[in-house]
């Protein structure tokens, strides 16, 4: 899986990798495709805008601390919608 655009990747052990995305307001990073299941974990939040090919977009609020299980095989990318800056940290099992 290659990574988002603007991620910083980090291999945790033999049995996950992980990435930080740090999105300014406007900005977008993906798409990317995770081959296995995963969590995001919200540093600092904001509103983000999933995009999906052939589904309508999703905006969801994200908080300091959420987390949010990902399960594999979509193609997504995420654009920060609102005011701040977001930092989250997304992991993927292997």
Known sequence: MALPEGGIACDICSRARGWRLQLEP????????????GLRVIIDGGV??????????RSLALNPGDLYW??????????????TSINLVEFELK
């Not at 406007?26 to 299941?37: E, L, M, N, R, V």
């Not at 990902?70 to 005011?83: D, K, L, V």
Request: glycine content about 12%; proline content about 8%.
């Open 26 to 37: 406007g900005q977008t990073a993906g798409p990317i495709t995770q081959a296995a299941p």
């Open 48 to 57: 983000i805008e999933e995009i999906v090919k052939d589904e309508a977009d």
């Open 70 to 83: 990902q399960e594999p095989g979509a193609t997504r990318a995420i654009r920060n919608i609102g005011t």
